[in-house]
Each structure stands twice: as C-alpha cells, then as structure tokens.
C-alpha cells in the first residue's frame, strides 16, 4: 500500500513562517510531480506548488516570492517553505504526489489528508 502524509501545519501569526512537508511511503516505485493544493472554507481547492522529479518548480504567480517548494528524492519527500503568512493562506493544505506502486506498476496520484494552516492576524 502506499501513504501520503503531511505534517507542519499548526496556528502561525501573520508575517510568520512554517515549513510542511509530504512523505511518500509504502510500496512506492517511482515518484513523478510532488505538489501542494489548499483549499479554504467555502472555496475551490487550488494549487499552491509543484515540483518535478528533476527539481522544476510551478507556482501561481499570487504565491511567487513567498511560498517554495523543495524535495529530497531519496526521502521521498516534499516541503513547502511559507513566509509572510497572513489570513488569506488559512486553509487545509493537502499534498498530491504522482507515483507508480511496486506492486501493480500502475502510475496514478495520491492524496494526503490534508494539514490545517491557521494564519491569525
């Protein structure tokens, strides 16, 4: 089986940072894009960050210069560097990873739970 699971998420004051990160683990071949969505109260989900095998980076231009997404193949782990928070990034912040399993060889996307991001002004 293969698992997604975020952690970092946690209350923040606005102008204040936090780092998230995704791990794939389980019976995991080969990982593709590694990407971070979020999705506020009331709101569409939307992407916040992505990141190839190879290191080339997507991000909205709403989010360029405040938010960087990084990751560490041989952990097979994402992260995701927020600075100057404020209220707007509130949001449950879920990290989708498209992977191949060891078992079926079947590429598709996973989904983590989901970490709340709380920006308090």
């Known amino acids: 089986q293969v698992h997604v699971v975020e952690s970092g998420g946690g209350l923040v004051q606005a102008g204040g940072s936090l780092r998230l990160s995704c791990a794939a683990t389980?019976?995991?071949?080969?990982?593709?894009?590694m990407s971070w969505y979020r999705q506020a109260p009331g709101k569409q989900r939307e992407l916040v960050a992505g990141i190839t095998s190879g290191g080339i980076t997507n991000y909205p231009d709403s989010l360029k210069g405040r938010f960087t997404i990084s990751r560490d193949n041989v952990k097979r782990t994402a992260y995701l560097q927020m600075n100057s928070l404020n209220s707007e990034d509130t949001a449950v912040y879920y990290c989708?990873?498209?992977?191949?399993?060891?078992?079926?060889?079947?590429?598709?996307?996973?989904w983590g739970q989901g970490t709340q991001v709380t920006v308090s002004s």
């Open positions: 389980g019976s995991v071949f080969g990982i593709r894009t």
């Open positions: 989708n990873v498209s992977l191949r399993d060891s078992i079926a060889y079947q590429w598709r996307d996973y």
